[in-house]
Structures are given as structure tokens and as C-alpha cells.
């Protein structure tokens, strides 16, 4: 009888030893994290030169894109750190931690490509338009949230750089960049609002204009505008834009990627970054922020390809 029970029982000791352990069927390997920077810049001798834009098309940002949190804004909800460190956050109104948190704009002093930044905005013909910086895990066979990019320059001809960042993991890392570029004028959105509505006077006196059910003349009001609101509210009208569309497979850490296009150019880079779990800067308080601490952040990993 013993016999019977074991020779039954075998097969479910190989089942079960080939199944993982329950209590850790739930595990997961931990996000690596990264610091991710990019420089964003245009090609003015290309700009204007004579080589053909591509027809204004509109553009769309993608739902679920995430907005950089302003480092100098106090924390309006509460997130992990804050509530690991409760007792000592208690009563106060903390700034981001720009160690731990994810997702925090960085200040420019803790920007990895600062140096190559610099050295392109004082080339000849070049113009950074954009420089970010910010922390984030990133889970193998993932992909983050799209990261907003929208920067308005109103010094000399007013523009707009509006897209997006993704970045993913699989076997190597991947970062998707997805930028507009738009020059804009309110002498064009003018007069072309002033043409709109000679087309309306001229179809009025026209013996021909269409006719609605009360017998009015219909306008035929042109809706092809591309308008964009800049900070102050004022509508813009683009006159021409320009859209960088790449991907880029990352496979080592130290090297910078650098997109290249006719009128954009944008450098990518990843560090790992290894999170503390306690602060190793001194902690800033709203009310009374000590001297600023300057340069790349401690966890960084420079060497780690």
C-alpha cells in the first residue's frame, strides 16, 4: 500500500519541484534607474537656407504624457519618500527630492550633457532650444510614460519645440523621440484673419454666395488655421514646422546618442544612477532653502557601461 502511494505520488513531487515557490511567484527584479539628459538644438545655416519645409501639418501630443515637476515647487501630495520619512517631513513643506524622485526636472548644474551643450549654443549656426534632465526607473520589458517637451523661445523670430521622449527596456535600453518644431508670427495669423474675413465681405456682395434655409449669405470661413496659444495667451499662427520622428537602440551607457535631421538635432544620454535610500544631500525646507549644492548628483554612475 505504501508502495501504490509513493509510485502515485512521484509524479506530483516532479510537478511540484518544477514549479517556482509560491512565496516568491511574486517577485520581480527592482527598476534600475536612470538619469536621463537631453540637449535639444537647431541648425540656423539650415534654416535659412533654401531648402524646402515640408507642408504645416498639425500635431498631437500623446494622452498619457507626463509633465516634468518643477524642482522649486513644494510636494502637493505625498509620494514613497515622503511616506517613509514621515515623522521628520511632518508639518513641513518639503521640495522634491531631486535624489529619489522620479520625474523632477533637474537644475542645468546637475545636467550631464551641460559641457556639450554649452559648446554647441557657442557654435556658429547653432541654437540650444531645450536642455532636460530628470531621474526614472525603468523595469526590464517596459516602457515609461511619453515625457512632455514644450518650449517657447519669444527672442527674435517667436518658436516652438512641443513632442515627446519615451524610453524602454528590453534587451537593450531605447529611447523614442517625437519632436515639432514651429516658427510662429502674429503678423501672418493677422493677415490672414484679415483675408479670412475679406472672402466673407466679398461672398456677401456676391450674387452667387450660397444661401442658408433663412436666406443669409453662408460664410465659407477657412478652419485650416494652425494656432497655438504662447505663455501669455496671445494666438500664434505657424508658419512653417518641422517634425523629428527617431528611434535609437542604446546599447552602451557611456556613449551619448546624437539624432541628426536638416533643422533639429537633440543628444540623448542615459546614466545609471544608483538611488540612496536615504538622502546624501542636506535636506531643503520650503521656508528656508539653504546655500544650493551644485554639480552631478551622487548616485551617479559615470563609469557603468
Known amino acids: 500500500m505504501i508502495r501504490m502511494f509513493k509510485t502515485a505520488l512521484k509524479p506530483l513531487l516532479i510537478l511540484a519541484s518544477s514549479l517556482p515557490a509560491i512565496g516568491h511567484a511574486s517577485d520581480a ?7 536621463a539628459d537631453m540637449v535639444v538644438f537647431i541648425n540656423q545655416n539650415s534654416m535659412n537656407g533654401t531648402e524646402q519645409w515640408p507642408q504645416i501639418s498639425p500635431h498631437t501630443l500623446p494622452t498619457n504624457a507626463i509633465k516634468l515637476r518643477n524642482p522649486d515647487a513644494p510636494n502637493s501630495t505625498p509620494g514613497l519618500s515622503d511616506l517613509l520619512n514621515l515623522e521628520k517631513r511632518e508639518k513641513r513643506n518639503i521640495l522634491p527630492d531631486l535624489e529619489r524622485d522620479a520625474f523632477i526636472a533637474l537644475p542645468r548644474e546637475a545636467q550631464v550633457l551641460l559641457k556639450q551643450g554649452n559648446t554647441i549654443d557657442a557654435a556658429n549656426g547653432y541654437k ?23 518650449a517657447y523661445n519669444n527672442t527674435g523670430n517667436p518658436n516652438l519645440l512641443e513632442g515627446s521622449v519615451s524610453i524602454s527596456a528590453s534587451r537593450f535600453l531605447h529611447a523614442d523621440v517625437n519632436l515639432w518644431y514651429s516658427e510662429l508670427s502674429r503678423e501672418a ?38 494656432l497655438i496659444m504662447d505663455p501669455s495667451g496671445t494666438p500664434m499662427k505657424i508658419t512653417r514646422n518641422f517634425h523629428l520622428q527617431e528611434s535609437r537602440r542604446i546599447r552602451n551607457t557611456r556613449q551619448t546618442q546624437y539624432l541628426d535631421s536638416p533643422v533639429l538635432g537633440v543628444l540623448i544620454k542615459l546614466t545609471p544612477y544608483d538611488r540612496p535610500d536615504d538622502p546624501l544631500l542636506p ?10 549644492v551644485l554639480g552631478l548628483l551622487p548616485g551617479l554612475n559615470l563609469d557603468n557601461g
Not at 195 to 214: A, P, W
Not at 285 to 291: G, I, K, L, Q, V
Open 128 to 150: 540650444v532650444i531645450s536642455r532636460m534632465a530628470w531621474l526614472m526607473p525603468l523595469q526590464d520589458d517596459s516602457r515609461s510614460k511619453p515625457i512632455k517637451i514644450r
Open 29 to 35: 527584479e527592482p527598476p534600475r534607474w536612470f538619469q
Open 189 to 226: 495669423l493677422s493677415n490672414q484673419l484679415m483675408e479670412t474675413d475679406q472672402s466673407i465681405s466679398l461672398m456677401d456682395d456676391s450674387q452667387d454666395s450660397k444661401k442658408q434655409g433663412n436666406g443669409q449669405s453662408k460664410p465659407d470661413i477657412r478652419r485650416d488655421l494652425q
Open 283 to 292: 535636506e531643503i525646507d520650503a521656508f528656508n532653502p539653504p546655500e544650493p
